[in-house]
T-cell receptor
């Protein structure tokens, strides 16, 4: 069974440029997560989708970040314009999606490493 | 004070040693506890999942949860160089998102 797929794996852009990350979750997983991971830190949730609905986007900086999950499968996370402080690893995870989030095991993709110059 | 605290290391041990990794937390509502292993330039992979207090064993790995002390541990027996990675604890309450610790970097020396 294929795991969570993310692309690109690496991206280098100049500040103020736009950038987009793509995630394909494990087949059948209803819940999709986008996390940000800074060096030496654990992942921090940006947004959680249940099917195509964003059920928790409280930590997403909405002035520059946007996300979508059309048809409840693949998802795209966009930053426009990018800032120097956005340099980090952007992780996508997926899970079956149970009624109680705490019981739901998340499977992570390899991440996209973003460098903003 | 952060919700989840974890010694960042690095922790270096000789091959075959018993490794003890720990996390403390402040939110008494946490009921679900996980340990993830993350190799360099890879995504985290789930190692252990524990609900509420108690012990859970899986091969060379044992997870312990002490809710009264708000303290969880991961023990690795007969450590191998392939265990060298960053270990992240994560925890949540009912219907809540998981909160991750910063991770402990482990090096097992041959």
């Amino acid at each position: 069974e294929a795991g969570v797929v993310q692309s690109p794996r690496y991206k280098i852009i100049e500040k103020k440029q736009p950038v987009a990350f793509w995630c394909n979750p494990i087949s059948g997983h209803n819940t999709l997560y986008w996390y940000l991971q800074n060096l030496g830190q654990g992942p921090e949730l940006l947004i959680r989708y249940e099917n195509e609905e964003a059920v928790d986007d409280s930590q997403l900086p909405k002035d520059r970040f946007s996300a979508e999950r059309l048809k409840g499968v693949d998802s795209t996370l966009k930053i426009q314009p990018a800032e120097l402080g956005d340099s980090a690893v952007y992780l996508c995870a997926s899970s079956w999606g149970l009624a109680l989030a705490g019981e739901d095991t998340q499977y992570f993709g390899p991440g996209t490493r973003l460098t903003v110059l | 004070q952060k919700e989840v605290e974890q010694d960042p290391g690095p922790l270096s041990v000789p091959e075959g040693a018993i490794v003890s990794l720990n996390c403390t937390y402040s939110n008494s509502a946490f009921q679900y506890f996980m340990w993830y292993r993350q190799y360099s330039r890879k995504g985290p992979e789930l190692l252990m999942y524990t609900y509420s207090s108690g012990n859970k064993e899986d091969g060379r790995f044992t997870a312990q949860v002490d809710k009264s002390s708000k303290y969880i541990s991961l023990f690795i027996r007969d450590s191998q160089p392939s265990d060298s990675a960053t270990y992240l604890c994560a925890m949540s309450g009912h219907g809540q998102n998981f909160v991750f610790g910063p991770g402990t970097r482990l090096s097992v020396l041959p």
